[in-house]
Nanobody, 122 residues
Framework: QVQLVESGGGLVQPGGSLRLSCAAS????????VNWYRQAPAKQRELVAG???????NYADSVKGRFTISTDNAKKMQYLQMNSLKPEDTAVYYC????????????????WGQGTLVTVSS
């Protein structure tokens, strides 16, 4: 069983910064990819940022230049640094990892965190 626990959300003023953290635990041999999603009220969940095991990153156009995704594989930690926050960034943010549970695994599995709320408001 793999668990992801996000933290770091909260209330921040426009222009401010937050760093979201996602701690993974359980039977994980290797993490193949990490993605951060968000879901605003009455909107569909959207991909915000992703990073592959090779280090390649991708970002939604709306957050490029403001958000940075990173990982600490040794600690099984995932991060999303969010700068220059805007009211439209208000949402519940979710961490998702794609991983292999053992050296012999051929099936890549996904795990989701429970979400952390980010509110950008003055």
């Amino acid at each position: 069983q793999v668990q992801l626990v996000e933290s770091g959300g909260g209330l921040v003023q426009p222009g401010g910064s937050l760093r979201l953290s996602c701690a993974a635990s359980g039977t994980i041999f290797s993490i193949n990819a990490v993605n951060w999603y968000r879901q605003a009220p009455a909107k569909q969940r959207e991909l915000v940022a992703g990073i592959s095991s090779g280090g390649g990153t991708n970002y939604a156009d709306s957050v490029k230049g403001r958000f940075t995704i990173s990982t600490d594989n040794a600690k099984k930690m995932q991060y999303l640094q969010m700068n220059s926050l805007k009211p439209e960034d208000t949402a519940v943010y979710y961490c998702k990892i794609s991983y292999y549970s053992s050296y012999y695994s051929t099936n890549r599995l996904d795990a989701w965190g429970q979400g952390t709320l980010v509110t950008v408001s003055s």
